[in-house]
């Protein structure tokens, strides 16, 4: 499985960790950045690239960091066919891609510690998507909003 990784200042080190624990795990790992530590830098400049990434399915699944994680969380859901999530907690993890087909997780690096962010990753990443029809049906509602379409 082939996973793309992102943070800004924030989620800096956050990032290094997980990626660290991606490869460890088997995982072929896409690193978006930041490259080095910046507080002057920006998560779209990260998250966006890598949410674009998830769509167009170059990889897999994506995990963005940002500090708190809303910003990450909110760029990501601007790009069409992302499904993204701020997650803390282990149910959360999992159960957002089984019911909600989540495919990019995020997380704060100011309020998520390195030992739950691997543990929310790996419920992340070994979870699959139900195919329930209910969830078939509300996911398409959701969709629809990506094209102003009618959503009854």
Known sequence: MKIGIA???GGFELKK???????????????????????????PDFVIPLAEAVAQKKVDRGIAICGSG???????NKIVGVK???INDYFSSH???????MNLICFGGRVTGFAAAEE????FLKAEFSGAERHKRRLKKVEALETKSDVS
Do not use: P, R, W
């Open 120 to 123: 929310y990753t790996q419920s």
């Open 7 to 9: 943070a800004d200042h």
């Open 17 to 43: 960790s997980i990626y660290l624990f991606l490869k460890e795990n088997g995982y072929e790992v896409i690193d978006f950045g930041a490259f080095e530590l910046d507080n002057q830098d920006d998560y």
């Open 95 to 101: 159960q957002g891609v089984e019911d909600d087909n």
């Open 84 to 86: 993204a999530a701020l």
């Open 70 to 76: 809303v910003g990450a969380s909110i760029a990501a």
